[in-house]
C-alpha cells in the first residue's frame, strides 16, 4: 500500500492525475492532462504528460511553494510538509532519465528537458494519512472494530462524557460536526476533550487531549442541518501511531458513484429504541445513496441539500445512530482511506428509506483547508 510519507521504500508513492477545469456552459469539466507522483525515497516529484509513456523528473526552476501545497491538497493531504530544490548531483538518476520544466500552469505545458537549467529537481512531501496497520458502530447492524482498523476515529468528550465521534485530519485538528458543539458555543473549548487511539470504553476516562478552540462552519444552519461540520485544534498533537493516524480528504472534483461500499464507525446506539452508548466500537459497511434518489419522495423528499449526502440501505436495519454524530465514513481508494461523510442525522435510525445523511465533505474542502492553514 502507498503511503503519503517519506517514511517508506515502496517505488511508487502516489500516482495521480491533475484534473484542470474546463468550464463549458456553466459545468465544470475535468480533463486528463498530466499525471504526478511522488517517487519513494528521495521524495522526487514526477511528471508524465498524457501522451507520453515515460516519468519525467520536475525541475525547480519557476517552483512556487504553493504549488506543492495544490498538488499534495490533490493527493487528499491536507498539506505539504517539505519542498525543496534537490541538486541533481545529490540524486541517483537513471539513465537515460528525462526531465519537465513547468509551463504556463501545473496542470499542462509542461516542457521536456534532457536536464534542469537550476541542476535542481523538485522533491515534496505531503502530510501522511489514510493507512492503517492492520489489514483488515451508534451504529445499529454493525460489527465490533477491531482495534486499529479505525485510527483516526476519536471519541469527543465534554465533561467526562461522549458526546460525539471525530475523525484526526492532522496531529492537532479533528473534525467533527457541527450540532455536536453547537449548543456549547458560549462555553470555553478548554471543556471539550479528545480521545484517540481507543476502541473500547466509550465511559472509561483514558486521558484525553483538551481542546484549543472550536471552529464550526460560519454557514452551519442548527434547523436544516445544513453545513454541519466544526474543526478542533488540539492543545498539544497526537502521538501518531498503530492505534492513531490522520485521514485523508478526498482528491479535488473526484465523483464517487451511488454503490461505492464505505464505512461508518462510532460508540453510538446500537439500538434505536435503547439509550445506551456502546462500550466497544463499532462499524458498518454502508453504501453511498445517490442524492436524486436519497432525496426523492419515497425518502427525504427534498430535505437534502448540496452538503448532504446518504449511505446506507433501502431496506434499513444497518445505520449510523445517536452518539455516532461527528464520526466518519469513509471509502478506500487504491492509495488511501479518505473522509466522504461526517454523521449528521437520519430519520429514526436504520429505518427503511430512511438511510443516514452525512455532511458531505467534499463539499466543504476549501474551508477545511483555510482554517486549518489560517489558525
Ligand atoms: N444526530 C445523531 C447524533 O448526534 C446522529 C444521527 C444519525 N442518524 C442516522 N439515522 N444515521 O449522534
Known sequence: MCSLSFATNRLLLSLFCYRPRVKRCGEVRSVLSVFFRIQAGASLLAVRPRDRPRWLLA??????????TRLCRHLGALRAIHQKGVNLTDVAVEDGQEFAQMGS????????????????????????????????????GGM?????????????????????GGSVLAPRWIVTAAHCVHSYRRRSASGWMVHAGITHGSAKQEAGVP?????????????????????????????????????????????????????????????????????????????????????????????????????GYPQGKIDACQGDSGGPLVCQDELAWRLVGIVSWGRGCAEPNRPGVYTNVAQLLPWIYRVTEIH
Not at 525541475?59 to 506543492?68: H, I, M, Q, S, T
Not at 476519536?154 to 458526546?163: A, D, F, L, M, P
Open 144 to 164: 465490533d472494530a477491531a482495534p486499529g482498523r479505525w485510527p483516526w476515529q476519536v471519541s469527543v468528550r465534554h465533561g467526562s462524557r461522549h458526546r460525539c
Open 211 to 311: 481542546v484549543e478552540r472550536v471552529i464550526s462552519h460560519p454557514l452551519y444552519n442548527d434547523n436544516s442541518l445544513d453545513y454541519d461540520i466544526a474543526l478542533m485544534k488540539l492543545q498539544v498533537p497526537l502521538n501518531f501511531s498503530d492505534a492513531i493516524s490522520a485521514l485523508c480528504l478526498l482528491p479535488s472534483h473526484q465523483d464517487l458513484l451511488p454503490g461505492t461500499p464505505c464505512w461508518v464507525s462510532g460508540w453510538g446506539y446500537t439500538r434505536p429504541d435503547q439509550a445506551q452508548l456502546t462500550e466497544t466500537l463499532k462499524e458498518a459497511l454502508v453504501p453511498l445513496i445517490g442524492t436524486q434518489r436519497c432525496n426523492s419522495s419515497c425518502m427525504y423528499a427534498g430535505e437534502l441539500t448540496a452538503r448532504m449526502l446518504c449511505a
Open 105 to 140: 500552469s501545473l496542470a499542462d505545458a509542461w516542457q521536456v528537458r534532457s536536464s534542469c537549467e537550476s541542476g535542481r529537481v523538485v522533491a515534496l512531501q505531503c502530510s501522511a494519512c489514510g493507512q492503517r496497520p492492520a489489514p483488515g458502530g451508534r451504529v445499529v
Open 59 to 68: 525541475c525547480y526552476e519557476r517552483w512556487r511553494p504553493a504549488l506543492g
